[in-house]
């Protein structure tokens, strides 16, 4: 297809996305440069449901009990879409992840499509998914039904390179806290049980068990605290860590090995230890190759060279990985031009706010708007998506990617 056979549907998105251009650059400008971290982007959350209003979609604010998350919802129509509009910044180097392009991206693809939303059957939804960062207000509002009634799942997120797919991992965070028995070092170590050595023979464990790990397995983390004072056998230490696998079965197993080798080191020294997650489990994304196909068709249209992940791509983890174990979902990368730098370094944050970021937006929006005019008017593409429509009541609990077991705890002995 060449450009000037673009679909009238298709044609009218895009002069939509032209006339609004101004109002979404400066939109994504206004979320970079208030740079509002996790669970705090009360001001950022709030433009982007205000222009949603703006254009006659209905809002539900404060949703899944998170006041920084929204719905925003337009239409009536068969085939319900959800757009995923992210806004949180990082601590220090603020949008260094460029979420100020997704959320402006999100409002733009959603007013392209508002008044083609009955000619096309659609019912359009715009999920405002606070802390992708650590938090996972994804997977707090999938449990809390947020995500129910849609039939697919989609967002853009700025990077270096162009994609119809990110690379991704599922992975967990924890924190293990070793308790012993403190004492004198010189005068009565005898006395004493030492949780800073438990917490060293961890790390030489997980440092042997790397060896027999699959080359997309990952065990990362930092030791919080290590003991109060040089003389005394430390009496409690913690570390944070991290498990990731390619699947959520390989997170599960990585998890599972790591966490006995946590327990080992509890044997050995004669320290207990306690292991809670920090946050919910985050979940590789499944894409959806049909609906990755067509974005990258419409985004080679706009002239960017979209191409499938490759095997030299670099990893990340994001809780659209929850989502799209429910629903059939995209997350592709969209280029900014960030000479070199890579997402959550802080030359990346400038190029999420400069006139590259900007044609991100407009191009993201309008590539979007594409892909779901092709989503309701391709049928049997539409019938498959129509077949299955997600309901969190459906879905067994124990679901690891559901995330319900994000406050779990495990003692040992
Ligand atoms: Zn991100």
Redesign the pocket.
Known sequence: MTRSELSDHKLRAQQRVAEEGQALIALSRRIHETAEIKFQETRSSQWVADALKEAGFSLELGVAGLPTAFVARLGTGSLNVGICA?YDALPVVGHA???NI?AASAVGAAIALAPLADELDLTITVLGTPA??GGGGKIFMLQHGAFDGLHAAMMI??APIERDAMATLANSRIFVDYTGKAAHAAAAPDRGINAGSALSLAQAGIGMMREHLRSTDRVHGIVLHGGDAMNVIPERTKGEWCTRGASVDHEAEVFERTVNVFKGAALMTGCSVSITRNGPLYADVRTDEDLATLWRSNALLLGRASLPSQPSDGY?S?DMGNVSYAIPTIHPLIALESHGAN??EAAFATAAGSESGDQAVLDGSTAMAWTIVDMATNEALRRRLSSTTFRVADVDRSERWLGFDSDSEITYP
């Open positions: 992210e992840c460029g979420h997704i992708e960062e997120h700025p990340a994001t997402i959550h």
